[in-house]
């Protein structure tokens, strides 16, 4: 996951001191704000390539095209910071703001079939549907994708630092626990988007597509 994180430690007022700090620092703690963005990707079209050279684990010479993308997340914390004594600050989550989704989604498509042709024009309609699924599977998901974030920020605690780079360090330490905690529902929208993608391929499908066109 990708990180950003922004902190300014000076330039905040002065609170008053409690002792001891650490229940100071927790009891700055409130439901952080999480803004999950959705990245439905662009399309790119490759015509250029036979499907032996496709990039999947193993070649199937029946090939005729295929949608390649990955579901990524990245992430950037707003933290609030809290001085709670000389030279002491407390660090936490205000808002995490989630990107999910695909950087891009790569359609390959058999190069012996030409644009314009009844061959192309049918793996085209085919691949587009799963780029399709992709990407109103990852909008069906989104609900459980922002929940997930938004417990994972719950149960994040402040920190309680004296310099800027054990402020950077802490919110590093968030991200990397935030991550850590919303992974199982990223994998799992992941599986359930490999099996809506694996429905769509059955031999019955191919035959009926081969069937569109007289000659492949």
């Known amino acids: 996951m990708k990180t950003k994180y922004k902190i300014a430690l000076f330039s905040i007022c002065l609170l008053g001191v409690a002792d001891p700090l650490w229940a100071q620092c927790e009891s700055y ?24 050279e496709f990039p999947v ?15 990524k997340t990245s992430a950037e914390i707003k933290p609030f910071v809290k001085t709670v004594g000389k030279g002491q600050y407390c660090v936490g989550i205000e808002k995490l703001t989630v990107t999910v989704g695909f950087p891009r989604i790569d359609i390959y498509i058999e190069k012996k079939y030409k644009p314009g042709t009844c061959n192309y024009t049918v793996v085209k309609n085919h691949e587009n549907y799963h780029a399709r699924v992709q990407q109103e599977g990852l909008k069906f998901f989104s609900g459980k994708i922002k929940k997930a974030y938004q417990l994972a920020a719950n149960s994040t605690k402040p920190r309680l630092v004296a310099t800027q780079a054990e402020a950077e360090s802490a919110l590093k330490d968030m991200l990397a626990q935030v991550s850590k905690t919303a992974q199982p529902t990223i994998s799992y929208v992941t599986e359930q988007l490999k ?14 597509e081969t069937k569109k066109c007289p000659k492949w």
């Open 29 to 52: 703690k409130s439901t952080p704000f999480v803004q999950v963005n959705l990245n439905y990707g662009k399309i790119f079209y490759d015509n250029t390539k036979p499907n032996k």
């Open 195 to 208: 099996i809506k993608n694996k429905a769509i391929d059955t031999e019955e499908s191919y035959i009926e």
């Open 57 to 71: 684990e193993k070649y199937d010479k029946n090939v005729r095209g295929l949608t390649h993308c990955e579901l």
